[in-house]
């Protein structure tokens, strides 16, 4: 199982981004599924997080009401809007080790794909 991110680019401040997480081969319905998301020179933070049933979900303070995590057709998206410099970021989808349920914390995550950048600016 590996997860690929794409949907990463350059945005003017105030702008909107959706980014895409796919598992190639595989149906993402079975996991709970995070994203996550490492500016330079910070550690890496949680962002949002869905369980298997599309129900369950959870945000990071920073990001509440600002973005939407959802699943598509075996795909987890992840809607930004409103963003600004401190959004910029390389961006990482993963899923939960634990169970279809998304975590109380952001530990015990896997199968990380390589990241998309995001970059905030005018």
């Known amino acids: 199982l590996r997860l690929v991110e794409s949907g990463g680019a350059l945005v003017q401040p105030g702008g909107s981004l959706k980014l895409t997480c796919v598992a190639p081969?595989?149906?993402?319905?079975?996991?709970?599924i995070g994203w996550f998301r490492q500016a330079p020179g910070k550690e890496r933070e949680g962002v949002a997080c869905?369980?298997?049933?599309?129900?369950g979900l959870k945000y990071s303070s920073s990001v509440k009401d600002r973005f939407t995590i959802f699943r598509g057709d075996n795909t987890v998206e992840l809607q930004m809007s409103d963003l600004n410099a401190e959004d910029t970021a390389v961006y990482y989808c993963?899923?939960?080790?634990?169970?279809?349920?998304?975590?109380?914390?952001?530990?015990?995550?896997?199968?990380w794909g390589q990241g998309t950048q995001v970059n905030v600016s005018l």
């Open positions: 993963a899923t939960y080790l634990g169970g279809g349920l998304c975590p109380a914390g952001w530990h015990s995550f896997g199968y």
């Open positions: 081969g595989y149906t993402l319905i079975h996991y709970a």
């Open positions: 869905i369980a298997s049933n599309g129900r």
